[in-house]
């Protein structure tokens, strides 16, 4: 961790995550009272008893999304709404207190509005935020916490991969599952993530930047992969995955979907076996594969590793509708664009 006084000058030479802002919004929550001691402050350490709940049970709910820089002083958030509304539907899968749409955005403005010197201009930078809540109720007993504790970190960073828009090879997993039906899969909890880092650890081993899930039944159904949700085009026709429970909601997704079908790309949300993708990928009818999500934007997909065996999508190299996609929504992400469904929120 890195704690400056100034933000770095060099912003083309950020990581993800690793540079904090000086300033953190937070405030509690009592059963009885609800949400109250809403601040902004310094951003610091934060104090909690041992037995607060969440280190013994994990109830914990986070959210991911960014502030960009547009042209002048102007810096935008992007679909905060969607996220805000995620996070409560993650909020009370984990019987946790919600918090109230309002509140949270302009909790989210005042907060990038006072560090807004801290949200880079580089190509691919942008100010990352994360909010977060937590079970802070210290007691032992297994139940629902009756005390939370709400915060928002902001964190300038770069390209989530270091290679950029790089073709990434992931592995497919067919032991580990992430999430099963009737599970927590579709909320953004980190009790996902600690589930998930067996086999992302494993895949680095193979060479692989991330995982690519199985469904937890059957385990021949493509669900997602790693912290992005994942796309194929098939035959001209861009697929993915229903969300049926088991997957993440993810806004950029959302947002893939609807830029595809205006620029006439028919778009399929379906279940897609591996079979199918196997196939494909040898005859060719598997065109373009990639990941989507708020940190990544798009990363295209070049290879599977499956069993052991390399399938390559295509020749391996970023595809033409993925490059598309991925120019179009950084595009309108920093007001370079029109922003035909009002996606831009202006801070301030
Ligand atoms: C956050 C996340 C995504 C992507 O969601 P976005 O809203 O696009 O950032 C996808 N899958 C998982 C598991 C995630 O945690």
Redesign the pocket.
């Known amino acids: 961790m890195q704690d400056q006084q100034a933000p770095p000058r060099d912003s083309s030479q950020l990581g993800f995550g690793e540079v904090f802002t000086p300033h953190m919004f937070s405030m509690q929550y009592k059963d009885g009272t609800g949400w109250y001691d809403a601040r902004i402050a310094d951003r610091g350490p934060i104090s909690l008893d041992p037995a607060a709940l969440v280190f013994h049970y994990g109830q914990e709910i986070f959210?991911?999304?960014k502030a960009y820089h547009g042209t002048g002083k102007k810096v935008y958030l992007f679909r905060p709404g969607?996220?805000i509304e995620?996070m409560n539907v993650s909020l009370e899968r984990l019987c946790m207190p919600t918090i109230d749409p309002g509140v949270f955005l302009e909790a989210m403005k005042k907060l990038v509005s006072m560090d807004q010197a801290w949200v880079p201009r580089s190509p691919g930078t942008s100010l990352y935020i994360r909010p977060t809540c937590i079970a802070t109720q210290p007691v032992l007993g297994v139940r629902t916490s009756s005390e939370y504790m709400f915060f928002i970190i902001l964190s300038p960073v770069g390209s989530y991969f270091s290679a950029g828009f790089e073709p990434i090879r992931v592995l497919v997993e067919e032991n580990y599952v992430?999430a099963a039906p009737g599970g927590i899969?579709f909320a953004?909890a980190g009790g996902?993530?600690a589930a998930?880092m067996l086999a992302t650890e494993k895949a680095k081993e193979a060479g692989c930047g991330q995982v690519l899930w199985l469904d937890a039944v059957e385990r021949k159904y493509i669900e997602?992969?790693?912290?992005?949700?994942v796309f194929f085009v098939i035959d001209g026709v861009l697929a993915t995955p229903p969300l049926n429970g088991t997957?993440?909601?993810?806004?950029?997704?959302?947002?893939v979907i609807q830029l595809a079908l205006d620029m006439g790309i028919p778009v399929e949300q379906r279940r897609i076996s591996m079979q199918e993708v196997i196939d494909g990928s040898r005859t060719g009818r598997v065109e373009e594969c990639f990941?989507?999500?708020?940190?990544a934007v798009i990363a295209p997909i070049g290879e599977l590793l499956y069993r052991e065996e390399t399938l390559l999508i295509k020749d391996g190299a970023a595809g033409k509708i993925s490059r598309q996609l991925h120019e179009t929504l950084v595009g309108i992400q920093h007001g370079r664009l029109p922003d035909p469904h009002g996606w831009r929120v202006l801070v301030e």
Request: without cysteine.
């Open positions: 959210e991911g999304l969607k996220n995620r992430r899969g953004k996902n993530y998930s997602e992969a790693g912290t992005m949700n997957i993440l909601a993810g806004v950029t997704r959302d947002s990941g989507t999500g708020t940190a």
